[in-house]
């Protein structure tokens, strides 16, 4: 993510809101400059919870309960997890958002929630722009599939066959502004492409098409994709991290195809409500490392196709954000992501 952090590729966006997203995030990473060194020792008095801004079962909802669970033990406090999805997860953010800032609630954020939603939803992100850092959780890459009985086995022979071919590769998507399809657009701007894309409400219709013949080629999560591929009724092309996966160590980089050097990598992170306390943001902050090193949440991790983000604290967390935010609203501009209708 190094060499990531740092592109400018997919385009940028404004000055002026580049300042804006910098001056957010810069105004946390100061505030929680001073955190580490704080003298007040802040403990949670009742027992807090943890929004989660999407529906229970997914990736992020799985992962928001197992950390909770550890929270609450290295508390002495329940951590309930509270689920509250819709419109992308703009309801739950900004919902979140506007609760006490007593130190007893935490947020589960992602590109989608952060960044992505401001140009979907605007009216209902008012409060996002203002939520502090607190950790990162998972980078969460993509993993590109294919139906196997297409004339391409690689990454590289993909590339060449939609070259020749301008148009004729249906991509499916699990939504338009999900991490998942941006990363593949990132991916064809770099590459010089043309797909169709075809859009559906979520992963399982989709990959049901694909396994189908319906559509060609589709990025998702390694978790969602990983049977299908071990039972071959789809082929794994490459991955979108740094290093092989675990949980599917067969399959390539997409450095390693030599096509690009990276993609985009979806990620996942905890957030407060604007106005918590840095005492309570540090010691949430240092919670949540601890947990995070803890071999049960990292083996979650690992085998759902996720990479940890430890030393991710309060001030590299918003140093990330400012660097990853132009570049998501970037691609998301690029391919005509607009405001939704109202209504």
């Known amino acids: 993510m190094e060499s990531l952090q740092q592109s400018n590729r997919g385009g940028i966006p404004s000055l002026k809101r580049r300042q804006l997203l910098q001056a957010t995030f810069g105004l946390a990473a100061f505030a929680a400059s001073g955190m580490a060194s704080s003298d007040s020792h802040w403990a949670p008095t009742k027992p807090l919870r943890l929004v989660v801004p999407f529906p229970p079962g997914g990736i992020t909802d799985t992962q928001a309960r197992k950390i909770a669970h550890k929270l609450s033990e290295q508390l002495n406090q329940a951590v309930i997890v509270e689920n509250r999805a819709g419109a992308s997860g703009s309801i739950g953010t900004e919902y979140a958002s506007r609760l006490p800032s007593d130190g007893h609630t935490l947020i589960l954020g992602t590109q989608g929630t952060i960044f992505l939603n401001r140009i979907i939803y605007p009216e209902q992100t008012q409060g996002v722009a203002s939520l502090l850092p607190v950790h990162g959780v998972s980078l969460n890459p993509i993993t590109l599939v294919a139906n196997p009985d297409r004339p391409y086995s690689t990454l590289a022979e993909l590339i060449e066959f939609a070259r020749l071919n301008p148009g004729k590769v249906n991509v499916a998507s699990p939504g338009a502004g999900t991490g998942a399809f941006l990363s593949f657009m990132q991916l064809q701007s770099e590459v010089g492409i043309k797909t169709t894309p075809v859009h559906y409400k979520g992963s399982a219709a989709a990959i049901n098409d694909l396994v189908g013949g319906v559509v060609d080629v589709m990025p998702d999560y390694m978790v969602a994709v990983d049977p299908f591929v071990r039972e071959g009724r789809l082929r794994a092309l490459a991955v979108g991290s740094n290093q092989r996966l675990a949980i599917a160590p067969n399959v390539p980089t997409i ?41 049960s ?47």
């Not at 990292?298 to 309060?314: D, E, H, I, N, R």
């Open 297 to 343: 949440i990292q083996s979650m991790l690992v085998q759902g196709g996720s990479v940890p983000m430890q030393a991710f604290g309060t001030v590299e967390l918003a140093n990330f954000l400012q660097k990853e935010g132009p570049i998501w609203e970037g691609v998301a501009r690029e391919v005509g992501l607009k405001p939704a209708a109202a209504g």
């Open 255 to 295: 450095k390693q195809t030599g096509v690009v050097d990276d993609v985009l990598t979806p990620w996942t992170a905890l957030f407060a409500p604007p106005g918590t306390s840095p005492a309570a943001v540090a010691r949430l902050s240092r919670e949540v490392a601890t947990a995070l090193r803890d071999p």
